[in-house]
DNA sequence: GTGGTCTAGACCACA
DNA sequence: GTGGTCTAGACCACA
């Protein structure tokens, strides 16, 4: 269900925190499930267990989920949080489309070239 | 000319690679222009010649300025530069469009919300 | 593995980088091997770590190994990087060939006794 | 006569060194003749007069030229030049030959690509 | 523990 | 003066 790259520059701990907003945004993990304990998704990641630590830290701090001591960590779905996603990313837009104003790029120019080639579904990440 | 943000999370040698690709790109630094040296700007901004030295060589490593030993750093505008940093941006665009559709957010809402507010100038920070 | 010469002109990271390019092109440290860390390293070689931290870096934006942060740094092999160091040798040769093409030196007595000499192993130094 | 070039890594003084080197070995500056001054040269090339004094002094030391005190600097043709610069290139193929054969690749490939393309006349200099 | 950034300061080649 | 390398050592984020 997670599968990290590591050809990615982030943090790890930061893609952990993205795959389950979007699995939790999207319903794929319902509310009140019970998410992999701490130990058990370090081990299938093989990874540190401060890193899951902290990515469950995080996905909390932003309300994905909350924790129960000694039970666990369960998803909180709040219908408010896609629109708080989608707030965010409509100003990481804006930003680009005013860094491009500066340097004089056409905004119109950009948008078109990005829906278009994201309409076409060749949306790679880099 | 150059100032920096300590509240900015980017490390200031990023920062300063940043500025000048700006400058250059917008032609307020026009070609063959000699950039400050790495000690006189080091004392202007009050930090390491060091953290200069590898923002400098950032730049030319990307080809926005050249160096030449014992004279000095130059700035080397090359229009394919541009046009560069404009794939750059369209690729971010699209990247952001593609984490909307896998949420179901529509891409013309976010774009016109995007580009409306961006037209109405409510954007820079920085 | 890695020994510095410091009676080489050339700085001592790019010796470093150099010394593991060709351990990488070679097979000699496979792919996904992690490489010595940047303070262990420093400590075997009795240099600052800083100038390791220089060699890891160039390696990873030539492509030849990719860092995890916190984790260290690993070893990417990919065929093109063989391809490009050939096509660099191909370079060289051509760029002395052209130098003695204008000193109307025979290329083809150039090439057949640096071939006689290099067949019969009285090259290395290094 | 001399034209440097700013996008070459090389230090100015090497590339003049390099172009007088040329020049004398291919006939082009006859025995005797009495090289620009210093301070004419520099002025021309506007360059730092120490650069040229730099160049001057290599190309004394290597034979290429000597020095009047109070007159100038004159041509020294020697035709065991030629034969010198012959066998640094040969040595500079056979380090070449040398990298290649410890990465494996084929040393005959490797020259007849080579002398291919530069009969082809492409023989660009990066 | 591991990499990344930064400071303070030295030394060198080059111009 | 100008860039480039290097040391010694600190501090931070991440694992």
Redo the contacts with the bound molecule.
Sequence with gaps: MIVLDYSDTR????QIVDKFQTYILKGVLKPDTQLMSVRNLAMELS??P??IQ?AYAELERQGFIYTIKGRGNFVRYDRRLLEIKKRELIEKIKDILAEAEELNISKEELLSEAGQKATEGDLGND
Tied chains: 1, 2, 3, 4.
Excluded: C, G, R
């Design positions: 943090p790890i701990y930061e990874i540190n401060n890193t902290k």
